[in-house]
């Protein structure tokens, strides 16, 4: 069974950095694209950036390029989405999800249980 | 801002049909897959619908999808109180190398 386990919860401050987690089971990590999905307060989905494990190949919303940074590490099977400078309105849920294949422009079949990012002075 | 463009909205009673569609262009929806998912309040998102009209294993016949040109659409039959939440349509986008998701639509079984 494919499991996506986020981290927990954080409460930052404006100017902090942040790395969140997504620790992949039950599937080989490397052959899937696996990504994260933003959801501010009160709002809809929004897709942010994939990577492929097995190389490291990203693709990134243009909204969310520069703005955070994806990445994994193979030999414990997790993705990761940091911010170098955090905003208030960075304040939101973030999920992680896998694709359904290995096909770049796949579907989001598993998901984790979200991280809430809260972000206030 | 989304790319593809959903009702806000949309309501029926318990064993209806209701509909929900999703606008797009020719550089996602026109050219790529449309998926669709189910997000209740509080949990993670769930895929509803996948390639158009892919149903996962567990998900009722009760939920069909289709897609013609630019536009797709998501079909929720034998309305029941569970089916209460949000709907968002997905595809890939070819302009923006990237996925996209729709503006979504809040289901409310009346």
């Known amino acids: 069974e494919v499991q996506l386990v986020q981290s927990g919860a954080e409460v930052k401050k404006p100017g902090e950095s942040l790395k969140i987690s997504c620790e992949a089971s039950?599937?080989?990590?490397?052959?899937?694209?696996i990504g994260w999905v933003r959801q501010m307060p009160g709002k809809g989905l929004e897709w942010m950036v994939i990577?492929?494990?097995?190389?490291?190949?990203?693709r990134y919303n243009p909204s969310f390029q520069g703005q955070v940074t994806i990445s994994a590490d193979k030999s414990i099977s997790t993705a990761y989405l940091q911010w170098n400078s955090l905003k208030a309105s960075d304040t939101a849920m973030y999920y992680c999800?896998?694709?359904?294949?290995?096909?770049?422009?796949?579907?989001?079949?598993?998901w984790g249980q979200g991280t809430l990012v809260t972000v206030s002075s | 801002q989304s790319v593809l463009t959903q009702p806000p909205s949309a309501s029926e009673t318990p064993g209806q049909r209701v509909t929900i569609s999703c606008s797009g262009s020719?550089?996602?929806?026109?050219?790529?897959?449309v998926h669709w998912y189910q997000h209740l309040p509080g949990t993670a998102p769930k895929l509803l619908i996948y390639?158009?009209?892919q149903r996962p294993s567990g998900v009722p016949d009760r939920f069909s999808g289709s897609k013609s040109g630019t536009s797709a659409s998501l079909a929720i039959s034998g309305l029941r109180s569970e089916d209460e939440a949000d709907y968002y349509c997905?595809?890939?986008?070819?302009?923006?190398?990237?996925?996209?998701f729709g503006t979504g639509t809040k289901v409310t079984v009346l």
């Open positions: 997905a595809a890939w986008d070819d302009s923006l190398s990237g996925g996209v």
């Open positions: 990577i492929y494990p097995g190389d490291s190949d990203t």
């Open positions: 039950g599937y080989s990590f490397i052959n899937y694209w």
């Open positions: 390639r158009n009209n």
């Open positions: 020719s550089s996602n929806i026109g050219s790529n897959y």
């Open positions: 999800a896998r694709h359904g294949s290995s096909s770049v422009r796949s579907y989001f079949n598993s």
